[in-house]
């Protein structure tokens, strides 16, 4: 795995990345910049654009390929496809992906026809089993560590191992992996990649609010919960977010709690919505949904994403070596 100071895997090799790191995708706050600058760090960039009809999909992924040749892709949430924007993705990313639904061989097909790779994130060994039986490329194990929603309710690491001992499709581990000790840590366990959310939150090239990622700096290993608190427009899906922005959402008195921006594609933000604040929302942001995984203690500061690439990746190289 470890070769001549790099990290090389299945998933390296497959996607075309330098170091086996996935952006996770983060509907709400994710952007352009942020997946261009993992994939120029040697990671795979991803771009969510959860609803969004297919010209502006591809749009927006027209405009990734003038930032970056690295690996990007894109991932959709089976409860808000559209499956127009699905063609124009596979068009265009290395990548792309589908979450919280049962694996459906037909997009798969679809996908792979335009040349792109297709990956499933599960929450379960059955979904996994599944996913591999429709023919995914790759395969995301995601633990309830996770930030955003979830979709099983099993940890990682015996998640990880049971998908391991079922499916030949590289495996990416997902779940509350924010230091170089836990990118090692699920390496050595047998993934081909690890997939990072909550750290990139805290990126300057992130979209969420300021006020979003103080939130984040300042929590401990201890600040997040699994709740389906936040289900206005997306009811019945577990999600993981700091316990502060519970509280404060359930001391909010009124329906809506704030404005997603400025300018014609304003909306307003109701109490208990599943959309997070970006960054020119306004209102109360602390009870609005701040997504975050059980690594989030180990947001310390605002970095650049290509920073946070290498922080991870080095130093899981240099453990992984000290060990090998």
């Known amino acids: 795995m470890a070769t001549g100071g790099a990290l090389c895997t299945r998933f390296t090799d497959l996607v075309g990345c330098r170091v086996p790191l996935q952006q996770a995708g983060m509907g709400g706050v994710s952007t352009p910049e942020l997946a261009a600058a993992v994939a120029g760090a040697g990671g795979l960039g991803m771009v969510a654009l959860p609803g969004a009809p297919a010209p502006h999909v591809a749009a927006v992924l027209d405009r990734v390929a003038t930032m970056t040749d690295g690996a990007f892709g894109t991932n959709f949430l089976m409860p808000f496809l559209d499956e ?9 990313c290395r990548v792309v992906e589908f979450f919280y639904g049962a694996p459906a061989a037909g997009l798969v097909d679809r996908v792979q026809r335009h040349g792109a790779l297709a990956c499933w994130q599960v929450g379960s060994v059955d979904e996994a089993r599944a996913a591999a039986g429709a023919g995914c490329d790759l395969i995301v194990v995601q633990g309830t560590e996770a930030g955003g929603h979830v979709r099983g309710r099993s940890a990682l690491l015996p998640l990880l191992d049971a998908v391991l001992a079922h499916v030949e499709a590289p495996v990416v581990a997902a779940g509350g992996i924010a230091t170089a000790r836990g990118v090692a840590a699920m390496l050595a366990a047998g993934a081909d990649a690890v997939r990072v959310g909550t750290r990139f939150v805290a990126c300057v090239e992130c979209d969420a609010h300021a006020d979003y990622v103080r939130a984040l700096v300042d929590a401990d290993d201890d600040a997040t919960m699994l709740t389906e608190t936040f289900a206005a427009g ?5 999600h993981r977010v700091l316990r502060s922005c519970v509280e404060a959402a ?6 809506v709690v704030g404005e997603s921006g400025s300018g014609p594609g304003t909306h307003p933000i109701v109490r208990f919505s599943a959309e997070p604040p970006g960054r020119e929302a306004t209102g109360t942001i602390a009870a609005m949904a701040l ?3 059980q690594g989030v203690g180990a947001v310390t500061s605002v970095a650049h994403a290509a920073d946070v690439v290498r922080e991870l990746v080095d130093g899981a190289t240099a453990l992984l070596h000290r060990f090998s």
């Open 250 to 255: 359930n001391h909010v008195d009124r329906e």
């Open 84 to 92: 127009g924007a699905v063609e124009e993705a596979a068009a265009r």
């Open 291 to 293: 997504y975050a995984g």
């Open 234 to 238: 997306w009811p019945d899906a577990p």
